[in-house]
């Protein structure tokens, strides 16, 4: 079986909610692009190639990458996945989603051709299902409110409440969410980068009374001094997401202890295997890992959920059920059942491609 070819579809999805929000800007609509692989005997294994501008770049650029991967893994045996992830690394160092994109169509042709779940590359899973957290995107404190009692209704536990860098606003948002869930769900805040340290621990001293679980990038991804002093300083395990934006960061933070958990995202750090020595690092390390929101298809939460399930220890809920809130799927359906998704059985990575 030798790679035959590799190619990009575009794939734009509307959200549910057009005026989804963050502290770094409005989402609309997710943009990026499918990539499908076939060997020499026909057979197709799909990928996501993540290319949001708010994100991991401007979506124009990734055809070209995979274009030039396509040229240098043209005729290479399909079951070289080190080889080929060695390969992408050293021909293109920024772009990360699409050499992602590609590890993952890869990844899920060979799993197929095997007839086997994807997840069975990685050895295998400790788990079948995952908790999913799903994230409250910014609104004034009583809508954040009405959604994050929609959410619980729906059977979530977990939810991570997005905050824009206005203290005030911020703690009212909080505020109101937790009275509309009750003391039992779990409480998650993530700033996307909007304070500084000293000014994020100054709130969270008015805000601690809510039973927070855990702390998301609050500061800028290059202050790791920031990082680190609100690490030891809050009662409550801090993670690091875009400050943990390649291996060789997540390998940094975890020598020098500057977070509890991180946020692993394979459209971030660059693939599978990258992904896969990341884990290795954070259990090593004793660090918590979870697999945060990448927005896209379900083919994109049901491929990290085999990530997800090879993991020994998952004390904080993915957030593996984003696609939830995404319409024009071209996948079939990946369903969320009482806040959970199930790991698919496959064969790959458990779901087909069903868009003409």
């Excluded at 579809?9 to 499918?34: H, K, M, T, Y």
């Excluded at 076939?38 to 124009?60: K, N």
């Excluded at 700033?191 to 008015?206: M, T, V």
Aim: with cysteine; net charge negative; aromatic share 6%.
């Amino acid at each position: 079986m030798r790679i035959a070819s590799i190619e990009t579809l575009p794939c734009v999805q509307r959200q549910e909610d057009p005026s989804w929000n963050f502290a770094r800007g409005a989402i609309p609509e997710v943009r990026g692009w499918i990539i499908r692989v076939r060997d020499t005997d026909g057979a197709e294994g799909f990928g996501y190639g993540h290319a949001m501008a708010l994100v991991t770049g401007l979506p124009e650029a990734l055809p070209h990458a995979v274009a030039h991967y396509a040229k240098l893994l043209k005729d290479r045996p399909l079951s070289d996945l080190a080889a080929h992830a060695e390969a992408m690394g050293q021909a293109l160092v920024h772009a990360p989603g699409a050499r992602a994109g590609v590890e993952m169509a890869l990844h899920d042709l060979l799993a197929r051709r095997l007839s086997v779940p994807v997840g069975t590359l990685f050895g295998g899973r400790f788990r079948d299902s995952i908790a999913c957290a799903r994230l409250l995107a910014l609104k004034p404190p009583e809508g954040m409110a009405q959604k994050a009692a929609a959410l619980v209704a729906e059977g979530y536990g977990a939810l991570k409440v997005k905050f824009s860098g206005d203290p005030a606003l911020d703690a009212a948002r909080l505020a109101a969410i937790r009275e509309a869930v009750g003391p039992d769900i779990r409480l998650s805040l993530d700033p996307n980068q909007a304070y500084s340290a000293k000014g994020f621990l100054k709130l969270f001293e008015r805000i601690c009374i809510h039973d927070i679980a855990l702390v998301e990038q609050p500061v800028p991804a290059g202050d790791w001094d920031g990082l680190a002093m609100l690490t030891a300083r809050l009662g409550v395990p801090v993670e690091a997401d875009e400050s943990a934006a390649s291996l060789t960061d997540v390998t940094r933070l975890a020598r020098d202890r500057m977070v509890d958990v991180m946020n692993l995202k394979p459209t971030k750090i660059g693939g599978i295997r990258d992904t896969l020595a990341a884990i290795a690092i954070c259990e090593a390390s004793g660090i918590g890992v979870r697999f945060g929101a990448s927005f896209g298809p379900g083919l994109l939460q049901a491929f990290t959920s085999h990530l997800a399930a090879s993991l020994k220890r998952m004390e904080h809920s993915s957030e593996l059920a984003e696609h939830a809130h995404l319409l024009d799927d071209p996948f079939a359906p990946y369903p969320v059942v009482n806040g959970c998704v199930a790991v698919p059985d496959g064969p790959g990575t458990g779901l087909d491609f069903i868009a003409p």
